[in-house]
């Protein structure tokens, strides 16, 4: 009778190592993916604010990562949301609508969290706009809101 993948004399079975380099590889491009997803929301052309004080944030809840970006040559601000450009904030509200919504309906709130705005705005962009994309993350439902900063330059 065959044996499973050992040594009949000794009764200890061996160590078999291609399965499990299959199963970190498999979990190696699940979390490369993930991380690539996470990335691709963040826009490098904005110079954050220095908060010296700022602290992480909690990874694993539900949001939305607005990018407020500042043209200093037509001294307008740019609202960035899902790689998509708007020139008001107001055309984001049924953008995030749509996305607690279905926030709402995949995640339960206790486990998770409330679903968040991440606004990351650049240093240059007056208080004004900010302030513009927190009210329309507020019309949209959404209370939770949080700044994106970093500890030095």
């Known amino acids: 009778m065959a044996g499973g993948g050992g040594n009949m004399e000794s009764g200890e ?8 380099i299959d199963v970190l590889l498999v979990m190696l ?3 490369m993916t993930i991380t690539s997803a996470q990335v691709l929301r963040v826009d490098k052309n904005i110079k954050l604010p220095t908060g010296p004080n700022a602290q992480r944030k909690e990874n694993g809840r539900p949001e939305a990562i607005v990018n407020v970006r500042w043209d200093p040559a ?6 960035i949301y899902l790689e ?3 020139e008001d904030p107001e055309g984001l509200l049924a953008e995030l609508q749509a996305a607690r919504k279905a926030s709402e309906e995949n995640h339960s709130r ?7 705005v991440l606004i990351r705005a650049d240093r240059d962009v007056p208080a004004i706009h900010v302030s513009k994309a927190m009210n329309t993350a507020g019309q949209a439902g959404i209370s939770d809101i949080a700044f994106s900063t970093v500890n030095k330059d």
């Open 13 to 20: 079975p061996d160590f078999q190592i291609a399965p499990m």
């Open 29 to 31: 491009i699940f979390f």
């Open 74 to 79: 037509t001294r307008r601000a740019l609202f």
């Open 84 to 86: 998509k450009p708007y």
């Open 110 to 116: 206790d486990s998770t969290g409330s679903f968040r």
